[in-house]
């Protein structure tokens, strides 16, 4: 029964590569990959076998675990499409990711703030992230890499034929080998779904990811908002406003009275009285 188990979760696995479209290799083809290359089709691209990519899965899983401390191990990449894979298979196995642009001297200068050993380094595409790799090289750091029909093997120890073009393989590929890293420490067991879905390590577009934050906003300033229509407040109709106008129009405009300067009483020079100066009073402060 453990036999079947294990040979339908790897049929599983397999549609899913086929699904993402693992097998979809270059039309280049190195020399040190042909070995992994099941035929080439007539329009040049070569077919990478899925039963190699799966053992070579397999065997990339147990070297990570048997690392003691996750923290050791350094997942890295520097395309686009593998960064969101890289966070995502580091939250969920403990590695540490470096999603991005390598800086140089990262495992060789000591000097540096980001300087780091690490027991292992996994990687997306060697021709990518040639310098990781050679500095890799030069520390004695084992090196797991997903390589396509036309990637450099140089300094690479476990290369899992793959393509490593295309934002769904990449995922598909970080996801089987963070499960199979966590069936193999116990978290899960071998027949056990993992609950964490695909499509969490597919890359998403900048764009894809703004739409549903913009339809909340959006949804947040409708809501609850009143009608400031002119219905709503009872406002007079356009078609009623020239009959206001006219209404206004009859009424007589008010003209202020004549005033007779003539009949106002002036005061003489004797009927003044005489009124003594003002005296300021003291400031009273409140005590």
């Known amino acids: 029964m453990a036999a079947d188990r294990v040979l339908s979760q790897k049929e599983e696995d397999i549609q899913l590569m086929l699904g993402s479209h693992v097998h979809l290799g270059t039309k280049n083809c190195d020399y040190q990959m042909e070995r992994y290359v099941f035929k080439r089709r007539s329009d040049g691209i070569h077919i990478i076998n899925l039963a190699r990519t799966w053992e070579k899965l397999l065997m990339a899983a147990r070297v990570i675990v048997a690392i003691e401390n996750p923290q050791d191990i350094i997942v890295q990449s520097a395309r686009p499409y593998g960064q969101r894979a890289v966070l995502k298979f580091a939250q969920y196995t403990g590695a540490h990711a470096i999603a991005g642009r390598h800086t140089p001297g990262t495992f060789t200068n000591q000097l540096q703030t980001s300087f780091c050993e690490p027991r292992l380094l996994i990687l997306t595409d060697p021709r990518t992230d040639h310098q990781p790799i050679k500095e890799a090289a030069l520390g004695n750091i084992p090196t797991i890499a997903f390589c396509d029909t036309d990637s450099p093997m140089g300094y690479v120890d476990i290369g899992i034929p793959a393509n490593n073009k295309g934002k769904h393989s990449i995922g598909c590929l970080f996801w089987l080998l963070a499960r199979m890293v966590l069936q193999m420490r116990?978290?899960?067991?071998?027949?056990?779904?993992?609950?964490?879905?695909?499509?969490?390590?597919?890359?998403?577009?900048?764009?894809?990811?703004?739409?549903?934050?913009?339809?909340?906003?959006?949804?947040?300033?409708?809501?609850?908002?009143?009608?400031?229509?002119?219905?709503?407040?009872?406002?007079?109709?356009?078609?009623?406003?020239?009959?206001?106008?006219?209404?206004?129009?009859?009424?007589?405009?008010?003209?202020?009275?004549?005033?007779?300067?003539?009949a106002v009483p002036v005061a003489t020079a004797g009927e003044w009285e005489e009124v003594s100066a003002p005296v300021d009073a003291a400031p009273v402060f409140a005590a």
């Open 186 to 262: 116990g978290t899960l067991r071998p027949g056990q779904k993992w609950d964490v879905m695909v499509d969490l390590f597919f890359y998403r577009e900048p764009e894809e990811a703004k739409e549903p934050e913009d339809e909340e906003i959006a949804q947040v300033a409708d809501y609850g908002m009143p009608d400031y229509t002119a219905g709503a407040l009872g406002a007079t109709p356009a078609d009623n406003w020239g009959a206001s106008d006219a209404q206004w129009g009859d009424a007589p405009t008010p003209v202020p009275a004549a005033v007779d300067y003539a």
